[in-house]
């Protein structure tokens, strides 16, 4: 468990050094796992409740970003949360992208698989759960799922609504933050209650239809080709929003015409992550 001091310098650390420290900001993770916990099966809500009173949590939200709380102190896990797909390329190349097996793409299949393993341990299978609701997430930020010589965004550095931050930032809370009013506090904490709220309304809002078109039909068996079709279309919007609509001179009120077209983009990756990562969950743990 972390204190609030050390959670404060695993932070600052990351922000610092990392080239792309997180995916979404912990309420963009906490509005994903919230949207996929109303939607799981009674079977798939009884074993992530089992796996999460092993550490006295009851909700997935609790540890939706503890995979980028770790990565100070295990520092080979941060290729894990995302892919470098050249931002010309139309799609995802394994040999290309991912040669040595260590990015989003073959991860998050892979505690996929361990999640819904019944013979690995307890203890193995929450630390799976915990990867499978982060990096869904994560391979949803179009950031995650692009390489433009900048590290992720990091490097552009932007002014945004009088914040001096970084494109990459912007994608992971800037955008959200704009839009919903959540606050993320210096020491990562954020008002759960109101996270809640946001997610909630934002799941009552997915019609049937986007509904069905989002869920996957075999999530378990073909996770594989899910995450790799996930991980083209968070790249295509990295390439044909996140950098397409950002003008080269940022004069006068740019950020408003921004903020405008990159909401719904995140808005919609957010909820399509919790519904995929809700038919994730059902079918590991059915």
């Known amino acids: 468990m972390f204190s609030r001091l050390r959670l404060l310098a695993v932070v600052a650390g990351l922000l610092l050094a990392a080239p792309a420290a997180f995916g979404w900001g912990p309420e963009g993770h906490a509005i994903v796992a919230d949207i996929a916990q109303r939607h799981l099966t009674p079977a798939a809500a009884a074993e992530v409740h089992q796996l999460l009173a092993l550490e006295g949590k009851t909700r997935l939200d609790q540890v939706s970003s503890w995979p980028d709380e770790i990565r100070r102190d295990h520092p080979e896990t941060g290729p894990w949360h995302y892919v470098d797909i050249p931002l010309r390329a139309p799609d995802y190349n394994r040999r290309r992208d991912c040669p040595q097996g260590d990015c989003i793409v073959t991860k998050l299949p892979h505690y996929v698989r361990v999640l819904a393993d019944r013979k690995a341990s307890p203890k193995v299978r929450l630390e799976a759960l915990k990867w499978v609701v982060h990096l869904v997430g994560d391979i949803h930020q179009p950031l995650h799922n692009n390489d433009h010589d900048d590290k992720g965004g990091n490097t552009v550095k932007l002014v ?69 079709r996930w991980s083209d279309q968070a790249h295509t919007l990295a390439r044909d929003v996140a950098y397409a609509d950002l003008p080269e001179r940022r004069v006068g009120d740019w950020e408003q015409g921004y903020q405008a077209k990159a909401w719904p983009v995140v808005r919609t990756q957010l909820e399509a992550a919790g519904v995929r990562l809700g038919a994730v969950l059902n079918a590991a743990l059915r």
């Open 160 to 228: 945004y609504f009088g914040e001096q931050t970084n494109l990459h930032r912007i994608w992971d809370t800037g955008i959200l933050e704009q839009a919903t009013g959540l606050r993320m506090q210096p020491d990562y904490s954020f008002d759960h209650a109101a996270t809640r709220k946001i997610a909630v309304g934002m799941d009552d809002a997915i019609g049937a239809a986007q509904r069905a078109r989002w869920t996957p039909a075999h999530a378990d068996k073909d996770i594989d080709a899910e995450a790799v």
